[in-house]
């Protein structure tokens, strides 16, 4: 059974850092698109970032040049470093795996995204 698990959220200050990791189990996701999402309070669930088995990334506008997203096959681990963080970047954020090795990694597109998990907590306050 494939599983996802999100770890390493927690409280921050506005312009600090945290690296967020997806655990992925029952599965080799080596070949398999996973992105990034969040959602915070009465909003809509937005797509953070994504990256595709040949490793290229893919970014929210909201986040270019602060987040990076990567890899690491050994581990069957998807990060998703966070730099400069803001007030607005605090949400859950959740990790999802595409179920079709060619996926687009569309990250307007969450219905492409077969496999979740459970999310994780970002809290950005002084």
């Known amino acids: 059974q494939v599983q996802l698990v999100e770890s390493g959220g927690g409280l921050v200050q506005p312009g600090g850092s945290l690296t967020l990791s997806c655990l992925v189990s029952?599965?080799?996701?080596?070949?398999?698109?996973i992105a990034w999402f969040r959602q915070a309070p009465g909003k809509e669930r937005e797509g953070v970032s994504c990256?595709?088995?040949?490793?290229?990334?893919y970014y929210g506008d909201s986040v270019k040049g602060r987040f990076t997203i990567s890899r690491d096959n050994a581990k069957n681990t998807v990060y998703l470093r966070m730099n400069r963080l803001k007030p607005e970047d605090a949400a859950v954020y959740y990790c999802?795996?595409?179920?079709?090795?060619?996926?687009?990694?569309?990250?307007?597109?969450?219905?492409?995204?077969?496999?979740w998990g459970q999310g994780t907590q970002v809290s950005v306050s002084s």
């Open positions: 999802a795996m595409e179920g079709d090795p060619h996926g687009a990694c569309l990250i307007d597109s969450r219905s492409d995204y077969d496999f």
């Open positions: 990256i595709t088995s040949r490793d290229r990334t």
């Open positions: 029952g599965f080799s996701a080596d070949y398999y698109p």
